[in-house]
RNA sequence: GCUGAGGUGGCGGAGUGGACAAUCGCAACAGUCUGUAAAACUGUCGCCCUACCGGGCUACCCAGGUUCGAAUCCUGGCCUCAGCA
């Protein structure tokens, strides 16, 4: 019989210059050495790759949506497996997001507004990430609704809850903090995160502390509605399950450390601090980090929601990040964009260019990733062209093993010592 | 040789007297991407000038012709494909 490890979280060494710290963090699947890169498995899965081969890439913890595996397959199928871990053959760690970001990103469009929908601020629908749905054209049917529907918002927001429009088929659904709670037991992530009100960059002041107000009263919600779920599941002898709980307030300095400060008050295992990349500047982020890190329980772990570029990376680390997800690795990988540690501040680069077509080096020289071992730019860029879907996998099975690699270079130089001595060497 | 169909921008393929430098798809090229509505999306895509509005030139197999005006109609030529011999 397995040992039960319930959550917990330690810090081994702090970098003296820095924010930076190395730790650990314990869960019932694993230990994650901290600060860690957390690949994004949005629908249960790390698009084009098997579990095996990500954790070859040396990933340590699996981040999952709930929003979207609630979807489908539906809690039911997952369920009747267990739980994730047994439906995805995943044994390891696994971070499950709320839904929150969906509040965000599914209600881009201003048009669902003839609701009272505060959070939607027209203005700043203008700048959305989705330009691409802007267009009538072009949206292939099975994967966008159809057209008029699209442009609509598929969240409405209310005191109690969001309402979801399946992106999948128009179905309505209903998520509050408690049934957040309640589906994340089910999935038996080992990291849940607290149902948030995630914001768009370009919020007034007024309606970012609406909003944060918000997210605050379903923080207490979701707490008091997992104490009783991890009662009963500890009677029943399930493994301990993590909550974390999620710092917003926009880019507004008073409303972070408000946030701060609330979310710190509350018996959360960890805190995320959500509501960033989501248009702000760079500058605007770290801000953002400088104000609220500092008011965080340094016994407990954070998580940073939805970062980084690898620059970012850097800065988040040394403003004391454990832990922070982000789709850019394997995103980008997708497309064909490949990260190489060039000293050009841009550490991409687009295998599918000319420049890569009679390339017979690996993507990067030295990396031990298996595409680099086996395989040159000028395959991969072959496959690319293509549309093989080995392409898709090379690509992403690089670029995760890349950030990774990174991590543990950083977790060193944090005990060294050196961490300043690497951010300039690839800063 | 006969009969039928047809020759359009890198390719496929619309257009069948003016709103055509020519729909659309593919390819190509450039760009975007940070808790994934993403193996996606956006833009450019004859040549030249222009920061921009825009302007000039050459174009729908070739050569003539009809017309104010032709990728579109007529004549001749060349070529391709299918069926028959």
């Known amino acids: 019989m397995l040992f039960m490890v319930d959550f917990g979280f330690r810090v081994q060494a702090k970098d003296k210059k820095t924010k930076a710290r190395v730790g650990e963090i314990m869960t019932p699947h694993g230990i994650i050495q901290t600060p860690a890169f957390v690949p994004v498995g949005t629908q249960g899965a790390v698009k084009s790759l098997t579990p095996e081969e990500i954790r070859e890439c040396g990933t340590q913890l699996f981040f999952v949506n709930t929003y979207h595996t609630y979807l489908r397959p539906g809690l039911d199928v997952i369920k009747k497996f267990g739980g994730l871990h047994q439906f995805m053959g995943w044994d390891g760690p696994i971070i499950t997001d709320s839904g929150g970001f969906q509040v965000f990103s599914l209600g881009r469009r201003g048009k669902g507004a003839e609701v009272a929908d505060e959070n939607l601020d027209p203005s700043s629908v203008s700048g959305s990430r989705f330009h691409g749905l802007d267009t009538k054209k072009k949206m292939k049917p099975d994967k966008i609704l159809s057209a008029p529907r699209a442009i609509a918002s598929l969240v ?4 109690e809850g969001a309402e979801f429009r399946s992106h999948w088929d128009g179905t309505k659904h209903f998520f509050t ?48 509605a997992n104490a009783k779920i991890k009662m009963q599941n500890a009677k029943l002898g399930k493994p301990y399950q993590a909550l974390y709980g999620s710092v917003q307030g926009s880019i507004y300095e008073d409303l972070r450390k408000e946030s ?168």
């Open 156 to 159: 409405k927001i209310s005191d």
């Open 260 to 427: 701060a400060k609330f979310i710190s008050t509350l018996d959360f295992d960890g805190i995320a601090i959500g509501g960033v990349s989501v248009g702000e500047t760079k500058k605007e982020m770290v801000d953002v980090l400088d104000w609220v890190v500092p008011l965080l329980p340094v016994e407990k772990p954070r998580h940073l929601l939805g970062v980084g570029e690898i620059d970012d990376i850097f800065a988040l680390v040394a403003r004391g990040m454990d832990t922070f997800d982000c789709v850019q690795p394997t995103r980008l990988a997708r497309v064909g964009c490949v990260y190489i540690n060039a000293a050009s501040r841009k550490w991409e680069m687009d295998i599918t260019k000319k420049a890569c077509a009679e390339d017979i080096r690996p993507i990067e020289e030295g990396c031990e990733c298996y595409a680099c071992q086996h395989f040159s730019r000028a395959y991969i860029h072959h496959l690319f062209r293509v549309k093989e879907l080995l392409a898709y996998r090379l690509a992403t099975i690089h670029n995760i093993h890349f950030i990774n690699s990174l991590m543990e270079d950083i977790r060193r130089a944090i005990e060294d010592g050196s961490l300043l001595d690497l951010t300039k060497q690839w800063l």
């Open 177 to 224: 903090p408690e049934k957040a709670m309640e589906y994340q037991w089910v999935l038996g992530s080992d990291i849940h995160i607290a149902f948030d009100d995630c914001t768009p960059y370009g919020l007034t002041h007024e309606k970012a502390r609406i909003s944060m107000d918000r997210t605050h009263r379903w923080a207490a919600r979701s707490l008091s």
